[in-house]
């Protein structure tokens, strides 16, 4: 690929961020925090939210929650502030001190990550934005299905919701998972693969498996997820009117 075509595809990419930020309604938004994991998905968030923030006038910091679960977390937290460093995106490590459980360990990771996010953008009045794409939808979706969620649980993930007082944002649940990738070797930045991902004992990990051989099968449950989705949250759109 040439330079020319390379930065003509970047700014292209860019334009879809800032259209699914418009999306939101988050135009008004001056100070943003992306939520770092170090995986393909969250990196190229930061990568997207800071070319925006930049080009919008607004201020962006991303954001590495260190949970202390595995031994190699704080040198893999650090290798991804590294990494935006070499972008000149600015990042911090925040680091969880309370002990990891025995059980529940995802939930507890969640709740904690929640936690310090939350207060760190509600002290710095920002909107803190996740990397969550179609393929986190669609398993959103179906886990919730496999429970008997009614309608509320089985519209998914929102893209724009309120927790802690905070504003929670998730511009790319719309982008798939190979863009995001394109994105990144685009702008020369690597990520991290987070072993717990293959980890088949937590639930996430065995919706993935299974949407992927269903995928390599030819048949369409992430985009049928997708669509119950779609209808759920038009169907709560509706009756919140």
């Known amino acids: 690929m040439t330079q020319i ?6 700014v292209d990419y860019q334009a879809a961020f800032a259209s699914s930020m418009r999306a939101l ?5 001056n100070r943003l925090i992306t939520a770092l994991s170090g995986g393909p998905d969250s990196t190229a968030l930061a990568c997207l939210a800071d070319l925006y923030a930049q080009s919008h006038g607004k201020e962006h910091q991303a954001v590495i929650v260190n949970h202390n679960i595995r031994p190699e977390a704080s040198a893999e937290a650090v290798r991804v502030s590294q990494r935006m460093k070499k972008r000149a995106i600015t990042s911090q490590i925040l680091t969880i001190k309370d002990k990891a459980p025995e059980t529940g360990l995802q ?12 207060k760190m953008a509600r002290q710095n009045g920002a909107v803190l934005l996740f990397g969550h794409q179609q393929a986190d939808q669609a398993e959103t979706v179906l886990m919730r299905l ?8 089985l519209a998914g993930m929102r893209g724009l919701s309120m927790r802690d007082a905070v504003l929670v944002a998730r511009p790319l649940l719309d982008w798939d998972a190979k863009t995001l ?3 990144l070797g685009l702008v020369g930045c690597d990520y991290e693969d987070d072993p717990s991902n293959q980890n088949s004992q937590f639930e996430r990990v065995q919706m993935r498996e299974f949407l992927g ?11 049928d ?4 989705g779609r209808v759920m949250r038009a169907l709560t759109n509706h009756l919140d009117k």
């Not at 496999?146 to 649980?153: E, L, M, Y």
């Not at 051989?213 to 985009?223: E, N, Q, R, W």
Request: glycine content about 8%; charged content about 20%; aromatic content about 4%.
């Open 5 to 10: 075509a390379r930065i003509n595809r970047i």
């Open 25 to 29: 309604n988050l135009e008004t938004a």
């Open 107 to 118: 939930e507890w990771a969640r709740h904690q990550r929640f936690a310090v996010l939350t």
């Open 146 to 153: 496999s429970r008997g969620s009614g309608v509320v649980g």
């Open 181 to 183: 990738v394109s994105v």
């Open 213 to 223: 051989h269903a995928a390599a099968s030819g048949l369409p449950v992430i985009d």
């Open 225 to 228: 997820a997708l669509r119950l």
